[in-house]
């Protein structure tokens, strides 16, 4: 609300091109609350107030606004005004929003960039999307181990206003071999003893990153052992960069929309989901519900199959839905908690053994209480002929909830096996599967004490 009540006075700032105002109001506040005020400016709007403020600042302010927004700048705005902005961007930052424009503008923005960061930019985009190197930016502390702690605060007071955080700083050798870390908190704990080496002082057991390891194994990485960077090295042993906990927390964020609509059995979205067109959106589910509305009609053919036995007990029909809705839901409880324990790293394509244990194990409890359910309420609802016909219901279930179980958690893991995601094996999908499958067990098993 305060935005929108603010945003008149900044208009009149702008139709006025009052300077003092403007520089004012671009170093005020938090560059988060600047943009957040600058939220409903039209995007010629926000770059003339933008061009009153100090590059460094210019680029906080930039960085808070929407992904969509940014590009709508960058589109916009006058090419060679725009090499500047870029050039005060940490280098992933650069490298995403450039990827996410046409060629045409890249192309035309390139040239206008200083040479070393556009050979940066063409290195960091050579990088396959999803790795490491993708989302590393290469602005980091890097410091001899020969330097003493002296020697290293001075060399890091040249280099922090172009670092992206300075909480590790990383020794390397003359090639830029990583040797060691030492954290900023012992550096200046050692400032009592200032001709002590870093050699003295680094950690040499230290984690990091393959420049081409997935990004999912990264973040994993990061969060157990809760660090707020991790280095990015190449095969060689060499440092490229670093990936810090902000670029994590994107990674973890990213990754895991991507597999809530997997699960739900939806392409993911490559922008916001009022920001994608309604027939892109359209294309994204439809393609999905197609593929499952193929499955659901191998349903047909299946009960096509058992028209007699259903015409000769037609209380079998009455529980049809019962059956199907109970191994579906199953199967996608099985899938659900398989998925998320194999993106969060709890379970690895080395533990499918205990998995199906478990998911047998489990499959055989919640089917044998679901059964006795079942087995009461056909026999006591009178929807059952009798109590030896009233047996059908609970063997099914008992069937079906195992099967569900164990489909629901192999799938999955059988995706990850053959290097796909894991959560295209999605809910809908496990559901379709076992909606054909609960068909057949139920008549089979009601032929078999039926007949």
């Given at each position: 609300m305060i935005n929108t009540l603010y945003l008149p006075e900044l208009r009149e700032m702008l139709s006025e091109q009052s300077e003092a105002d403007l520089r004012e109001?671009?170093?005020?506040?938090?560059?988060?609350?600047?943009?957040e005020f600058m939220e409903r400016l039209s995007p010629d709007e926000a770059w003339q107030v933008l061009k009153f403020a100090e590059p460094r600042v210019r680029e906080q302010i930039f960085t808070f606004f929407p992904h969509e927004e940014q590009i709508q700048l960058?589109?916009?705005q006058d090419r060679a005004e725009i090499a500047v902005l870029i050039v005060e961007l940490a280098s992933d930052d650069r490298v995403d929003l450039l990827e996410d424009l046409s060629s045409v503008i890249v192309d035309e923005i390139l040239p206008l960039l200083p040479a070393e960061?556009?050979?940066?930019?063409?290195?960091?985009?050579?990088?396959?999307?999803?790795?490491?190197?993708?989302?590393?930016?290469?602005?980091?502390?890097?410091?001899?181990?020969?330097?003493?702690?002296?020697?290293?605060?001075?060399?890091?007071?040249?280099?922090?206003?172009?670092?992206?955080?300075?909480?590790?700083?990383?020794i390397v050798d003359e090639t830029d071999h990583l040797r060691g870390l030492v954290s900023a908190r012992d550096l200046i704990s050692a400032i009592g003893k200032p001709q002590t080496t870093l050699a003295e002082l680094m950690e040499t057991d230290l984690l990091s990153a393959d420049v081409l390891e997935d990004q999912e194994d990264v973040a994993r990485k990061v969060a157990h052992y809760d660090?707020?960077?991790?280095?990015?090295?190449?095969?060689?042993?060499?440092?490229?960069?670093?990936?810090?906990?902000?670029?994590?927390i994107d990674v973890v964020r990213e990754e895991?929309?991507?597999?809530?609509?997997?699960?739900?059995?939806?392409?993911?979205?490559?922008?916001s989901y009022l920001k994608t067109p309604i027939l892109t959106l359209t294309w994204k589910r439809g393609i999905w519900l197609t593929i499952l509305f193929g499955a659901a009609f191998l349903t047909a053919f299946a009960l096509r199959r058992y028209e007699e036995g259903l015409s000769t007990w037609v209380w079998l029909a009455w529980f049809l839905p019962l059956i199907i809705s109970t191994g579906g839901n199953t199967g996608n409880q099985a899938a659900t908690l398989v998925i998320t324990a194999?993106?969060?790293?709890?379970?690895?394509?080395?533990?499918?053994?205990?998995?199906?244990?478990?998911?047998?194990?489990?499959?055989?409890?919640?089917?044998?209480?679901?059964?006795?359910?079942?087995?009461l309420a056909a026999w006591l609802s009178g929807l059952a002929p009798d109590a030896t016909a009233a047996l059908v219901i609970p063997i099914t279930l008992l069937l079906?909830?195992?099967?569900?179980?164990?489909l629901g958690a192999i799938l999955p893991m059988l995706f990850a096996r053959l290097g796909l995601d894991p959560a295209m094996m999605s809910n809908p999908f496990v559901a379709g599967i076992i909606d054909?499958?609960?068909?057949?067990?139920?008549?089979?098993?009601?032929?078999?004490?039926?007949?």
């Open positions: 109001f671009c170093t005020a506040l938090h560059p988060a609350r600047t943009a960058l589109q916009t960061v556009r050979r940066e930019i063409l290195r960091l985009r050579a990088y396959p999307e999803g790795s490491a190197g993708a989302v590393m930016t290469t602005e980091a502390a890097k410091l001899s181990e020969s330097l003493t702690v002296r020697e290293a605060l001075d060399e890091l007071s040249r280099q922090a206003e172009h670092l992206e955080t300075i909480y590790y700083l990383y660090l707020l960077a991790i280095p990015v090295v190449d095969h060689e042993h060499r440092m490229l960069g670093i990936i810090t906990h902000d670029d994590i895991a929309t991507e597999d809530a609509h997997r699960i739900a059995a939806v392409e993911p979205l490559e922008a194999l993106s969060m790293g709890d379970v690895s394509l080395r533990d499918w053994g205990r998995v199906v244990v478990r998911e047998l194990a489990m499959g055989m409890l919640l089917g044998g209480g679901l059964a006795l359910l079942g087995y079906i909830v195992v099967a569900g179980t164990l054909i499958l609960g068909i057949v067990v139920y008549m089979n098993v009601a032929m078999a004490v039926l007949s």
